[in-house]
């Protein structure tokens, strides 16, 4: 299975996109993630990247489609994968047509619905852990013990892009240029989508559903 997520910020790209990949036994694939641990590794590209994330911008489709090629490039993507964040802009979706080639497996592409007004209170509340990246919610899914992930003991932070104003300029973004990505599978008959609001199973339930 070679999936693509669309979705507006915190319309629940990473918490399904986890599920799926245990689910299919292929990794999940987040450029927000991978850029995440280039920040905190203090790598170049984690130097250059910061202040643009933290602004709510995007990185350019240079760098980002240059990291997607190397990522894809390696043995454990190479009976699938899940793409939670790329692409975001028509030229990096077209340059995915480039480097996933013409294999037997075609690309699908799900887009989950999530009204803006939504994802405000989603993000607001949301936490994730510092270390292996898991994600929690303050009200519908809070780590069991306070300020620490269940799964490996690390901090659970507040995303340092989730202010208010960089999540407006996120949606921003969102709406002038990864619509168009969508946009773009419809006219090739790939694109599902998929209600995201409502519980985490039932919206898991949906994909499975969608992707049968
Ligand atoms: P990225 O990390 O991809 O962020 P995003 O797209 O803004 O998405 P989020 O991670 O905020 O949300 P999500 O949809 O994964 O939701 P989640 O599952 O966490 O990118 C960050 C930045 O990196 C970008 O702004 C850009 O600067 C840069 N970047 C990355 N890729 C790039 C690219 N290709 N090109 C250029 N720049 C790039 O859920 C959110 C919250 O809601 C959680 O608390 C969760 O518990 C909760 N939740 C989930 N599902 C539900 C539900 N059904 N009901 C209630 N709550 C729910």
Do not use: W
Request: a neutral charge; one cysteine or more; glycine letters at 10%.
């Amino acid at each position: 299975m070679k999936l693509i997520f669309i979705g507006p910020p915190g319309s629940g790209k990473g918490t399904q996109a986890k599920r799926l990949a245990g689910r299919f036994g292929i990794p999940h694939i987040s450029t927000g993630d991978m850029l995440r641990e280039a920040i905190a590794d203090g790598t170049e590209l984690g130097k250059e990247a910061a202040p643009i994330m933290a602004a709510g911008a995007l990185v350019s489709d240079d760098l980002m489609i240059g990291i997607i090629r190397d990522r894809l490039a390696k043995s454990d993507a190479s009976h699938g994968f899940i793409l939670d964040g790329f692409p975001r802009t028509v030229v990096q979706a077209e340059k995915l047509d480039g480097i996933v080639g013409n294999g037997t497996e075609p690309l699908r592409v799900l887009q989950l619905l999530v009204p803006d007004d939504a994802i405000v209170r989603r993000i607001s509340l949301r936490r994730t852990c510092s270390q292996c990246g898991a994600i929690y919610h303050l009200e519908n899914n809070p780590p069991a013990a306070g300020g620490v992930c269940d799964r490996c003991g690390a901090a659970v932070v507040a995303r340092a892009d989730d202010t208010e104003e960089a999540v407006r300029k996120r949606l921003e973004a969102f709406h002038r240029q990864t619509l168009p990505v969508a946009a773009f599978y419809k006219t090739k008959s790939l694109l599902r989508e998929v209600d995201g609001v409502g519980p985490v199973d039932e919206v898991f339930e949906r994909i499975e559903k969608s992707l049968a």
